[in-house]
């Protein structure tokens, strides 16, 4: 049970869309809601173009046995005045759910960590699906020191 986590380069980016798009159709499964709409071609042309621009940072857990891509957190950087300077923003995260509960994530959210603080970041955000079906991802990010800070995550598209 071996995992290794690397930063991901463009070769990844399939993978990448591969479990954003996991992601996203748990939480619509979940929630039976269809808030997202995402196709895998795009999603990997845009992962490919943002690695490369260097606008988009992925970290990438695998299965060292295999070399199968069993996790992914992504993120972005972000200014604001209420954070008082520049952070990062966690945009998806995803664990296989047969590597849950076996520390893939903890060790995911480790290496966004420490590309923030190389960063010089203030702070990482994140958005979390609804409660209360996800309680547990909740969960997850306070073990894995992440503090509530109330609201939701909205949007409008344009």
């Known amino acids: 049970m071996a995992v290794a ?8 980016a399939a993978e990448i869309a591969r479990m954003a798009k996991a992601l996203t159709d748990e939480i619509i499964e979940m ?3 269809g808030h997202f709409d995402i196709d895998p071609q795009v999603s990997t042309s845009l992962a490919r173009e943002w690695i490369e621009a260097g606008r988009y940072v992925s970290y990438i857990a695998l299965d060292e046995a295999s070399g199968t891509a069993i996790g992914v957190a992504t ?5 604001s005045l209420y954070a008082q300077g520049i952070f990062g ?3 998806e995260f995803y664990v ?8 893939v994530g903890a060790h995911l959210v ?12 203030r702070r990482l ?29 909205m949007r409008r598209l344009l």
């Open 125 to 153: 955000e994140l958005a979390t699906p609804p409660l209360p079906e996800f309680a547990r991802t909740v969960s997850f990010y306070k073990d894995n020191g992440f503090e509530p800070t109330g609201g939701r995550k």
């Open 96 to 103: 296989s759910p047969q590597w849950r509960s076996r520390e």
């Open 31 to 33: 929630i039976g809601e």
């Open 89 to 91: 923003i966690i945009q």
């Open 110 to 121: 480790e290496a966004c960590v420490a590309h923030g603080r190389a960063s010089g970041w």
């Open 75 to 79: 993120l972005c950087e972000s200014r």
């Open 5 to 12: 986590i690397r930063r991901a380069t463009q070769a990844d």
